[in-house]
């Protein structure tokens, strides 16, 4: 039996892509004080996996401890006042950087993004929806899931 374990990636360095975004957004006439981002991890996984954590903070072009947190998240879906990014015409992957991983079957990449206002809460959802719309997501090559 397989089950899907997630895991988001955040930096801990300042976020240029999340800079731009902020940026652009304004740009747009939507209001949003900060913009948060994270490349979320999906690994459809068999029982015998082993500690998956520590395998994903060994792999270089996911994780650097020197400038990234890991995190394993409850869900396979977005947070609430949450987008995920992927894109249209995904095949999942087998493969990190070339290596196999035991126990995994498969492997699809996300990013995740979160607009905060000014007081620290989500947006609205509205606004959300409109950020995607007009930027956050190309719909030729790109799907937007939500909570």
Do not use: Y
Not at 44 to 60: K, M, P, R, W
Not at 125 to 133: G, K, M, N, P, Y
């Amino acid at each position: 039996m397989s089950a899907t374990r997630t895991f988001a990636v955040t930096l801990t360095i300042p976020d240029n892509e999340a800079f731009t975004a902020l940026e652009t957004l304004g740009r747009l006439g939507i209001a949003v004080a900060r913009v948060v981002r994270a490349d979320i991890w999906l690994f459809d996984v068999d029982a015998n996996v082993g500690d998956l954590a520590e395998t994903i903070a060994s792999i270089e072009t996911i994780h650097n401890p020197n400038k990234h947190r890991l995190s394993e998240r409850s869900s396979d879906r977005p947070a609430p006042g949450e987008v995920w990014v992927g894109p249209r015409d995904e095949a999942p992957a087998t493969l990190v950087a070339g290596r196999a991983i035991a126990g995994i079957r498969a492997i699809r990449r996300r990013t995740a993004w979160r607009l905060v206002d000014d007081e620290g809460a989500d947006v609205p959802s509205a606004e959300l929806i409109r950020a995607v719309d007009s930027f956050l997501c190309n719909p030729a090559f790109q799907v937007a899931i939500t909570a």
